[in-house]
């Protein structure tokens, strides 16, 4: 088995919540002994490097690392050799049907973001990309009236062999997940883009500029032919169990050997007890307080499995800091694969490892190997 996440596009000034997906990912590698890959959506963002020159791959890696997060291989969807596994399944796909043209009724707007079937403006009269004004929509990018036309797109449709995702952790969102695959399964994706935004594109009648969504989601199929294992564990917040699912069917697709499993954490929203407002803190203001073990504890004290977000007083990041580990024997406990993996990495345990570091006490078995997986 491997262990993944999502792929995130790396920003310099990000929310230090975000740091959360690697996090769990890296607990339940530590815990299960299969390898981590951490996963970047590169071409997602406007560049490579910020203003001040700063590599933001490079720097993303250190900031990983400075939160224990030390064993991993990484993966971006600008690496020629994922370049060159997409042009071929994209070969076989339009072969085989799965990727085909149609003429449709878009609608978009001028700098090109919006850009979806014309159908869904009937349903969905404002969204993150715009908003209704006047009685027509409009980008909230370039300020321009959204406008329908007819046009010769690229679609993808799923294969017959699909089986959808594997277990899903906690099991409450099993359900979802597969009401989710199916609604992937049933319809045609629209990959096709008006303007060129990653590198990617396929020659059909024309060129056609591909989605960024899409052209990272034949990661999970990359992985397993690169590392020759076809079971992957993906770490996901409640937020992102659409893309997953995307993911899914279009890995299935071309690997329907592919068993895909997913470990769901919820959304963590950080606040600040004398403000009681969500906190800004970014990943660079995390760093700066406490230990890495305080700030390992902290963001394990926001894994409360099955919910879908919850709050998390950042007066517990404080509190995690005063605890010392100096005289407190303690042994790393083998590994066990992930069966067990949320009874042991939660919100209760931690507070019970907290407390007894605290005050002195002697660990018990699972509170040892709860902090053999959250030191570094």
Request: aromatic share 10%; charged share 20%.
């Amino acid at each position: 088995m491997l262990i993944t996440m999502l792929p995130i596009a790396p920003k310099k000034h990000a929310a230090f919540a975000t740091l959360l997906s690697p996090f769990v990912a890296d607990l339940a590698s530590k815990y299960s002994g299969f390898p981590l890959t951490v996963a970047n959506n590169l071409t997602g963002l406007k560049a490579a490097r910020q203003s001040d020159g700063t590599d933001i791959s490079g720097w993303y890696g250190e900031k990983l690392r400075r939160l224990g997060i030390s064993r991993f291989s990484r993966w971006a969807e600008t690496e020629h050799g994922y370049q060159d596994f997409f042009d071929r399944a994209m070969s076989q796909w339009a072969q085989s049907g799965n990727i085909y043209e149609a003429e449709v009724e878009v609608a978009s707007c001028g700098c090109g973001v919006v850009f979806l079937l014309a159908e869904y403006l009937v349903s969905v009269r404002e969204s993150k990309l715009f908003r209704s004004e006047a009685g027509h929509q409009v980008c909230l990018l370039c300020s321009s009236r959204i406008t329908v036309r007819k046009s010769r797109e690229l679609f993808f449709r799923s294969g017959e062999k699909v089986k959808g995702a594997g277990l899903i952790m906690p099991d409450n969102f099993t359900s979802e997940m597969s009401e989710i695959v199916e609604k992937y399964i049933r319809r045609s994706i629209l990959i096709s883009r008006p303007t060129e935004k990653n590198g990617f594109s396929f020659k059909g009648t024309r060129k056609f500029f591909l989605d960024t969504d899409f052209t990272w989601s034949l990661y999970l199929a990359y992985l397993a032919v690169l590392h020759g294992d076809s079971h992957i564990a993906v770490s996901i917040s409640t937020r992102v169990m659409e893309s997953l699912a995307r993911c899914v069917v279009v890995a299935q697709s071309l690997h329907p050997g592919l068993t895909i499993d997913a470990v769901v954490y919820p959304v963590l929203n950080p606040v600040s007890s004398r403000i009681a407002h969500p906190s800004g803190m970014s990943i660079d203001d995390f760093e700066q307080v406490g230990n890495v073990f305080a700030r390992r504890c902290y963001l394990a004290l926001g894994l409360q499995w099955g919910r879908k977000d919850i709050k998390a007083d950042l007066s517990e990041l404080y509190k995690a800091q005063t605890c010392s580990c100096a005289d407190i024997s303690h042994e790393t406990v083998g590994t066990t694969g992930l069966a067990g993996f949320l009874s042991l990495c939660n919100r209760e345990m931690t507070i019970s490892l907290l407390a007894k570091l605290r005050r002195g006490i002697l660990l018990g078995e699972d509170e040892r190997h709860l902090r053999s997986i959250l030191e570094v």
